[in-house]
DNA sequence: CTCCAAAGGACTAGTTTCAGTCCATGTCGC
DNA sequence: GCGACATGGACTGAAACTAGTCCTTTGGAG
């Protein structure tokens, strides 16, 4: 890390593809999954309406379904009201101990406690309509309610729904990205029911100082609770 | 901004491609030329090389460099110890007046509000190396030489350089887009003598303040920075 | 002076991706 | 029942992109 070239213009000129279209569209669908962005045992969108919104052709959006498909997440069902549907114990066979590299883990963490406090806080200050404060409620009920099962999902979700708050799009695709990632390193580790419990207390507090217009206070308590997930990763991860 | 889609699933799934590889080739090289990340009348690196760090194949990238040569930001010259040369006037006629959407300048300046003040208070925590702090004087003393028609491209470059400094790749990623963003906002307003001194105190502050360890300091030096240009652009546009 | 090496220039064959078109299925409204 | 129609399924020809190869230029080392 210290060894690093500084001025470097190769920290711009990073590669315009990370894979064909076909992998990278696999990879945008799988995160939306993890992310819990789409809601289990319900029904995509439609092919053409998907690959729109991709910006890839049918033939390749589907393909790239078609694996999944393979790979135990999704359903297809034929027919008018048919559609593509998300199973409900979507890729229960996950590879696991992927091995994140620590350099990998720590980029991850530094920007994650960049951007999410400053999520919270802008939401905070936010004259939010009331949709928006629904829509955060609703995803803090879901989340008090999971199960081991459920949880990490609807732990994406909640953060993800803290960010769009800030009608802020890039940060709010900053922390959806980022939040792919946090949950493939929380995947090396055991989800523990008192750090569970700890953790839905944060995210209720979050919440209210959200709703409470409580910025100082917002911020506060997601470094609060980011550095609680840090510390567990470091307890882990050697 | 009202009326948005709260929990919307296509957050994420945003285009896969933005345009076909010769144009995104583009858009990378000009965003590198752009943020200073090419020192004007300097080697680019030879095709071979950047073609692999861009991950696109060398006839793409050469259609791309191609392009800019037609307007006039590349010479080339061919032959042992030839390659692109970045002209110093590179880009003289660009287009002007561009006439960025509302809300993407809102969605900018937002966005750098988070990462930028964040980035230089990680800075000042980071334990730097000699080269590092090096870099950073450097930039620093570059951007106080600036005339007119170089301060923009340096500007970016210092505020870049700070961000190099937190050794976070996500972090100086997402500095150096937004930069590039900035950039293209500010080629609406004219640049003012007064407030580019005004400026140039900041960033000497700045810089003090990462060298020496205030992170607090750094942080809020910052994000009065910043919102003078911000000040300044709602000034300028309506 | 000669040759080498590193760079740009140009071509080719093969692969991927796309846009467009038509087919197949099956639920809902009549 | 029965037909409309939104959905997935399948195919085709064209365009984009790639990897690989070889050519051309030109400054410096020997």
């Excluded at 033939?59 to 790979?71: G, H, I, M, N, V």
């Excluded at 359903?75 to 992927?98: H, K, P």
């Amino acid at each position: 890390m210290t060894t690093e070239n500084f001025g470097h213009p190769y920290a711009v000129l990073r590669p315009v593809r990370l894979g064909n279209a076909f992998e990278e569209t696999i990879e945008r669908l799988l995160q939306a999954i993890t992310v819990g962005l789409f809601p289990p045992g319900q029904k995509l969108p439609s092919e053409r309406d998907l690959a729109g919104h991709l910006g890839v052709s049918r033939a390749t959006l589907r393909e790239a379904l078609s694996e999944l498909q393979k790979a135990g997440y999704l359903e297809v069902r034929r027919g008018r009201y048919g559609g593509t549907y998300l199973l409900q114990n979507a890729g229960v066979a996950s590879d696991g101990a992927a091995h994140i590299d620590p350099e990998e883990r720590w980029d991850v963490l530094v920007f994650r406690g960049v951007i999410e406090p400053a999520a919270a806080e802008l939401a905070a200050e936010a004259d939010l309509p009331a949709s928006a404060r629904q829509h955060l409620q609703t995803c803090l009920t879901d989340l008090l309610e999971a199960d081991h099962a459920t949880y990490r999902t609807r732990d994406a979700r909640f953060h993800i729904a803290v960010a769009e708050l800030t009608s802020c799009p890039s940060l709010i695709t900053a922390v959806t990205e980022n939040r792919a990632r946090v949950s493939a390193l929380l995947d090396e580790i055991p989800l523990l029911t008192a750090n569970l419990e700890h953790s839905n207390q944060q995210h209720l507090a979050i919440t209210e100082a959200i709703l409470r217009g409580d910025a100082a206070g917002a911020r506060a308590l997601m470094i609060d609770h980011l550095e609680g997930t840090a510390a567990l990763l470091r307890g882990f991860l050697h």
